[in-house]
């Protein structure tokens, strides 16, 4: 089964933990597509040769890389690093020989994973819900509509000001709130992400 995994993507911080529960659903047979993911750029031995060569990384930079377990682990710190010094502004993406990021680019790219996915787990953190994780639950909830095999859609709240108030429509916009519950539900913990997750996944394997 496959799901597009929504949420705010503004700092490192929730990058990294939405890619570290993007692994726990790949090791239980679900693959995600995350979106910031989607537009890492894949660092060759060659880039990070030419980007050294350049004075744009430096050898101290890549001390952890080395130290890593695994080449596959080594190669993924390269995607990150650059990746986050592509974000903080300390390389352009054309030094990195990727091409511009433009709101086209990410349209199509993430119109593309939520055409494909079955399901939508959506981060709603924050003292609102994303403006782009808002769109992507509307448009997510379009194309179920249409097609069968679009399962629904996981909210997942773990900020505090959202879990006291669960009783009371989680503090979000409850426009939102009716999309989610039309086709889902909004859960407190990543445990009943999965467990709900690992439903719909049972549903497709029996209805297929």
Excluded at 8 to 28: D, G, M
Excluded at 29 to 37: K, L, M, Q, R, T
Excluded at 56 to 73: I, N
Excluded at 203 to 208: D, N, Q, R, T, Y
Aim: aromatic fraction near 8%.
């Amino acid at each position: 089964m496959k799901i597009y995994f929504a949420g705010p993507l503004f700092t490192p911080y929730v990058r990294q933990f939405i890619s570290a529960h993007a692994q726990i659903l790949r090791e239980h047979g679900i693959d995600p597509f995350v979106p910031h993911e989607a537009v890492q750029p894949a660092v060759t031995p060659d880039i990070v040769d030419r980007l050294l060569k350049q004075g744009l990384l430096h050898p101290q930079d890549l001390t952890e890389q080395s130290a890593a377990p695994s080449a596959a682990l080594r190669g993924r710190f390269a995607d990150d690093l650059v990746t986050e010094l592509v974000r903080r502004g300390a390389l352009t993406r054309a030094q990195v020989g990727l091409p511009p990021l433009t709101p086209a680019t990410i349209f199509a790219k993430d119109c593309e994973g939520l055409s494909s996915a079955n399901a939508v787990v959506a981060l709603l953190d924050g003292t609102q819900v994303d403006d782009g994780t808002a769109c992507e639950i509307g448009i997510f909830y379009g194309l179920l509509r249409q097609d069968r095999r679009k399962k629904g859609i996981a909210g997942w709240m773990t900020d505090f000001r959202g879990t006291r108030r669960a009783d009371r429509g989680w503090g979000i916009n409850l426009f939102v709130l009716g999309v989610i519950e039309e086709c889902g539900q909004i859960f407190a913990s990543f445990e009943g992400v999965l467990k709900q997750l690992k439903t719909w996944k049972r549903e497709l394997e029996e209805a297929a």
